[in-house]
């Protein structure tokens, strides 16, 4: 049973646990400054498959498969995978992993998809449904730039505050084995402050943030200092400079420990030598970054505790085209390492 | 604590209940024998609102509200929204909750998404992370048609299988009150018959469905004819046909207790007088089935408990325009009424 602190906020008993975890990414990530913590680096942005969609959903199929085998579980001894990406209707994730035969929820909340894979599967474990869960996600930059902006011949320029969607993937699985402890959660609730510009995310995604972190430090009395790291999916540099805005506008110290995976996966190089403006996002970004090199710092006992903190943003083509503006959540995970 | 029966399949403890529930449906839907169980009834397709699919949200909204007014619950009262729809990036869903400031999970299984949401939301109860847990969804004919199939203005001709998505919301809320108990579930793994057809679903879920099924039946050690009803949700006049061959095949006497909700919405009028040709879809078809007519039934005594299983096919225009078939999943959930 999970302790609940406050609305959305709660803590779990200290027997859920990341077992293993991996991470993939693709050619441009892997050249970049985190290019030495992908399990896989993938040049081929096919994955010598017939479509991008297809080679996401190999990425992604592949990933877990490294997080099994790296513990040696076989994929019959999963009793449940969540699974979330960007592309509409999720079909990446369904596609990758229909051939396991295992029990499977779809989950959709954009860049925010692995906390709430994470927090989905620690609940599974929590309440005894599933002995061993996998949260797994992944995006990939052509599926999703296709998909959500324009086509990728076209060719369009990138504006300042654009965001760059990660060709990544992680994933990991919880049970009640490891030393890395799944010790609470917050379930974000939708926040929408008008921000209409697809190219600047962070702008909409860093209110979602520092609301589910203003909700976990008021309910735990904690404050960011009591953390090694605070780890933000892709709010990007733009959402990296409002966040510890917002949290010192509610009065919270932001301390340093905050850094941010689609900041981290391209670099604060301002030559910016992979044109990506502001970074990183999509939901394989932050869970690459987590699985590639949080987990592994928790593990080697380079941090204490982490708060994975994945903000997603909720348009959808269609809904930008009717003039609407974007909704953004975030979820968070608390990970602690276990002492011995 | 939940008790795992086999991979996927467990018992809850007694103590998750289903509060309160309400459904609504749209014009035509309202017009179909089961006219006098919906909450409302919308016979504006728009609800008022500027498009389709801010007409969906509205409609979920509504539903939402609905149930919650019916057990004098206050939003703020509500500790998660588990929600799902069929729109790109479930924008329908994020949108109609979003003013609440409700924790909120969004979920994908296409038409199998309110089995999904009411297991999340019976999961966050069980293990205490929420005391009071929504789970909804929705779908919208003209949002569905023009996503998936053709422009609505262009008429094409219904195919022999053909369903219609129904306009159509189901909401219900879970937690430790009420007099119908969640008792168990089983999620579902990703099947794929290498059905391409996207107006032949119910050959898609059927199978699926029986997946789902034959996994309870033997893990439980029950059949068909303990049950009053086995509800589906949408496999439409062509898939409820093929359900029992496929449990008859596996030596599972398939009984005379299965409603499908998709036939069940229209009717089977041989004269078929809404033009569905197999019955409705979607999944607010499922979800206000349910509410409206088999909890009702449980509540009154008129039922002692149900299987729910709804079924999703979970393909998007672009899978299929790249030649890919249909994927499926069915969600199961055992509703028990709780004798005094």
């Given at each position: 049973m999970a302790e609940l602190i406050a609305k959305g906020v709660f803590r779990f008993g200290g027997d859920i646990r990341a077992e293993s975890w991996a991470s993939a990414a693709g050619g441009t990530e892997g050249q970049g400054p985190l290019r030495d913590c992908f399990d896989e680096v993938h040049s081929d942005p096919r994955l010598g498959c017939e479509s991008w969609e297809k080679a996401e959903s190999e990425l992604q199929r592949r990933t877990l498969r490294l997080a099994l085998d790296k513990a040696g579980i076989a994929p019959e001894?999963?009793?449940?995978?969540?699974?979330?990406?960007?592309?509409?209707?999720?079909?990446?994730?369904?596609?990758?992993?229909?051939?396991l035969g295992v029990p499977y929820l779809g989950l959709y909340?954009?860049?925010?998809?692995?906390?709430?894979?994470?927090?989905?599967?620690?609940l599974s474990v929590d309440s005894g449904?599933?002995?061993?869960?996998?949260?797994?996600?992944?995006?990939?930059?052509?599926?999703?730039?296709?998909?959500?902006?324009?086509?990728?011949?076209?060719?369009?320029?990138?504006?300042?505050?654009?965001?760059?969607?990660?060709?990544?993937?992680?994933?990991?699985?919880?049970?009640?084995?490891?030393?890395?402890?799944?010790?609470?959660g917050c379930i974000g609730a939708v926040t929408d402050m008008g921000i209409k510009d697809i190219t600047n995310m962070g702008a909409a995604m860093a209110p979602a943030a520092a609301d589910t972190l203003l909700r976990w430090f008021t309910a735990t009395g904690t404050r960011p200092a009591d953390y090694s790291f605070i780890v933000t999916g892709d709010l990007g540099k733009v959402g990296s400079v409002l966040l510890p805005q917002l949290l010192e506008r509610e009065g919270i110290d932001p301390g340093g420990g905050h850094r941010d995976c689609g900041v981290m996966i391209y670099g604060a190089d301002e030559d910016d030598p992979f044109d990506t403006h502001c970074g990183g996002s999509g939901c394989g970004c932050g869970a690459s970054v987590l699985c590639g090199h949080f987990l592994p710092l928790l593990r080697d006992g380079r941090a204490e505790d982490i708060l994975f903190v994945a903000t997603g943003a909720l348009m959808s083509p269609l809904s930008l085209q009717q003039g609407g503006s974007i909704p953004a959540i975030a979820h968070l995970v608390h990970f602690r390492r276990v002492r011995t």
């Open positions: 001894d999963m009793g449940l995978i969540c699974a979330g990406d960007l592309s509409a209707q999720c079909t990446v994730s369904t596609e990758a992993h229909q051939e909340g954009a860049c925010s998809t692995m906390a709430e894979a994470l927090l989905a599967a620690a449904i599933s002995v061993r869960s996998a949260a797994v996600t992944s995006s990939h930059f052509s599926t999703a730039e296709r998909q959500f902006r324009q086509p990728l011949s076209y060719g369009g320029q990138r504006t300042p505050t654009s965001q760059r969607t990660c060709t990544a993937a992680g994933a990991a699985v919880i049970s009640h084995t490891g030393r890395i402890s799944v010790a609470g």
